[in-house]
């Protein structure tokens, strides 16, 4: 499976400093883990977009314009994370003037997709004891 690379290749409309929820950049690090290092799905109601995930980026791109960038989230800054609840910084790249309209959309959608591919295995906390009572 190829990676997608229009977004580091296309001229870019506007880019600035963004960040993105901690539990979403987490359930898709879970999601790259389980699914592999590239994952699609269409955007429920936006019938021309689908969102690519893979490490680096998270790309909306326009099916009708050959995959065309849209939207995406780059530059993830993890480095010395030290935490799983709080934002992370990153790079929010634009290339059509209405992408705006779709990034909040796109997020909540994700949401759900993820949820509905992984189940149970979106959970981060398996693995965590409970105190004891006494």
Not at 106 to 131: C, R, Y
């Amino acid at each position: 499976m190829d990676l997608y690379t229009r977004h580091d290749e296309v001229p870019i409309l506007s880019k600035r400093q963004a960040s993105v929820k901690a539990n979403y950049y987490n359930h898709v690090q879970i999601a790259l883990k389980k699914l592999g290092p590239k994952i699609r799905f269409r955007i429920p109601k936006l019938k021309h977009l689908d969102l690519i995930l893979q490490k680096d980026a998270w790309i909306v791109v326009d099916i009708v314009l050959n995959d065309m960038p849209i939207i995406a989230w780059t530059e993830f800054n993890t480095e010395h994370r030290e935490n799983l609840h709080e934002p992370i910084q990153c790079e929010l790249r634009t290339w059509h003037v209405a992408a705006a309209m779709v990034r909040d959309r796109t997020l909540e959608a994700m949401e759900v997709m993820l949820g509905e591919a992984l189940g149970d295995d979106l959970t981060l906390d398996k693995n965590v004891l409970p105190f004891s009572k006494d």
